[in-house]
T-cell receptor, first 112, second 117 residues
Framework: EPEVTQTPSHQVTQMGQEVILRCVPI?????FYWYRQILGQKVEFLVS????????KSEIFDDQFSVERPDGSNFTLKIRSTKLEDSAMYFC??????????FGPGTRLTVL | AQKVTQAQTEISVVEKEDVTLDCVYE???????LFWYKQPPSGELVFLIR??????QNEISGRYSWNFQKSTSSFNFTITASQVVDSAVYFC??????????????FGGGTRLMVKP
């Protein structure tokens, strides 16, 4: 069964460094998303991406964040200058037309 | 604005008990979609079910059943004869036919279910 994959599973970085989180969505899906979950808290929407552009973003998704679909398969989230409060689990999700979003296993980001 | 409330933060049951997880939602949209996701200790988010706002029929899948009531804006999830493997955090979520193709999911705070042997 097709699934969303994410790499790396765990990323440790120093405050102020740039990180790129990678996702491979399900191959025939057209809608892509990033969410984050701070430890023990609810899952929060960051951004949605469709037709090669951002379709919606939350207040969390400020100028430090960017997304890209550099080729036909990958979908990346870049954090330009990480802060301590960016430490969280980051989930990529993809969906077809039916509104159901399928999530990847997540990348745990730890900012020291 | 959309909101999902899961009032039960933690539930503990003994194996084979039935358990119901509550979910109450708020939205101004007339067309919307409700979801349940399971997050086991390993951390991934597993899709369980989607319900459309125009379809109030309840659904059963094995030991799982869902009760959607528009009149009370609730979408409750019942596990019958719970098992230890059901131990997880369960999230209720909502999306609506919003602007563009966003379809952002709004999640509730989650209910941690612990099933003891």
């Amino acid at each position: 069964e097709p699934e969303v994959t994410q790499t790396p599973s765990h990323q440790v970085t120093q405050m102020g460094q740039e990180v790129i989180l990678r996702c491979v969505p399900i191959s025939n899906h057209l809608y892509f998303y990033w969410y984050r979950q701070i430890l023990g808290q609810k899952v929060e929407f960051l951004v949605s991406f469709y037709n090669n552009e951002i379709s919606e973003k939350s207040e969390i998704f400020d100028d430090q964040f960017s997304v890209e679909r550099p080729d036909g398969s990958n979908f990346t989230l870049k954090i330009r200058s990480t802060k301590l409060e960016d430490s969280a689990m980051y989930f990529c999700a993809s969906g077809a037309q039916g509104h159901t979003q399928y999530f990847g296993p997540g990348t745990r980001l730890t900012v020291l | 604005a959309q909101k999902v409330t899961q009032a039960q933060t933690e539930i503990s049951v003994v194996e084979k008990e039935d358990v119901t997880l509550d979910c109450v939602y708020e939205t101004r949209d007339t067309t919307y979609y409700l979801f349940w996701y399971k997050q086991p200790p390993s951390g991934e988010l597993v899709f369980l079910i989607r319900r459309n706002s125009f379809d109030e029929q309840n659904e059963i899948s094995g030991r799982y059943s869902w009760n959607f009531q528009k009149s009370t804006s609730s979408f409750n999830f019942t596990i019958t004869a719970s098992q230890v493997v059901d131990s997880a955090v369960y999230f209720c979520a909502l999306t609506s036919r919003g602007k563009g193709a966003g379809n952002m999911l709004t999640f509730g705070g989650g209910t941690r279910l612990m099933v003891k042997p």
